[in-house]
């Protein structure tokens, strides 16, 4: 076999990406990651098989946690309905939240020019910025019995027509929807954004409608965002405590019954026990459906993903 002259060299070629040193780059959030996630969740778990004596943790490899929560999950102590809850309770959240974020997310991306586009989006977010627990005394404020919303109506002689939502499951949902909003906004703005809009053009010159083009171009492209954002939002609500105890009430009502939600009586059981080794149990279950929860959206993005492939 001959070379020819002047012929690159079939020697491989090193480019920036194969230096060894792009590893270091990596360190920092190898390094973020272990002590700030997952040196405390091994902490978490490991600790919900410690025991309890004279009111102290003491270290253990016992079962008998898990044996004492499990035995009577769903009667006595009603772990178990409080999960329901939870699960009931986040996948309508985040189907309201996604709804209404992909609706925004929409309308930025199609009816803003383009040039104002970051301005819109920096103002979708803008809630973002200000406090979680702010946010949600201001629900209270608006939807207590004589809130904002029920003083308007009295003003206007519509008492009658008054809501009472709050320390309702309702009211939770307000409170974790007006905290998904912004990322979902974001998410699903970059999934939009993400369109070839050629597509969307050549649908409408073929004779498509405003409405087909969005039903048969732009809702199935936009498909993996929507499972991204769904799977986010179930995860987040599942693990939020603060809008089921301060708007919710702790045990609002709802379809299911008045209940709490599983975090609000994770951290209700804890305020009542200090039994840290069970209340880990506890959130070592909580986070064993949210892993549950992330692995089911995974897929289902995955298999969106590929569709749009």
Known sequence: MTTVPGAPSSKYMKTPNDSPLKVWFLAP???????????????????????????????????????????????????????????????????FAVVFSY?????????????????????????????????????????????????????????EYRIDIIYTQVATRIGLIHYLAPILIVILYVSIL?????????????????????????????????????????????????SGNLLGGGAGASIIGKLPTYAGMIMSDYSSSTNLPRTSALATILIAVMVLTLAVGFVLADKARRRIG
């Open 103 to 159: 609706v925004v997310a929409l309308a930025i991306a199609f009816a803003v020019p383009a040039r104002w586009q970051r301005l819109a989006l920096l103002v979708a977010i803008a809630p973002f910025w200000s406090s979680y627990v702010l946010r949600l005394y201001s629900w209270q404020t608006i939807l207590s019995r004589n809130g904002v919303i029920n003083s308007i109506l009295k003003q206007v002689g519509l008492s």
């Open 194 to 242: 993400a369109i070839d809009r050629v597509l969307i053009e050549a649908a409408r010159e073929l004779g498509a409608t405003r409405w087909q083009a969005f039903t048969r171009v732009i809702l199935p492209l936009s498909r993996f965002g929507l499972m991204t954002a769904a799977s986010f939002a179930v995860i987040v609500s599942l693990g939020d405590a603060l």
């Open 29 to 95: 959030l190898a390094i973020w990651l272990t002590v700030l996630f997952l040196l405390p969740l091994v902490f978490l778990l490991w600790i919900g098989f410690w025991r309890v004596e004279n009111f102290q943790a003491v270290p253990d490899l016992s079962l008998g946690n898990y044996q004492e929560i499990f035995a009577s999950f769903f009667s006595r102590s009603r772990y178990g309905l409080a999960l329901v809850q939870s699960l009931w309770v986040a996948a309508t959240t985040a189907v």
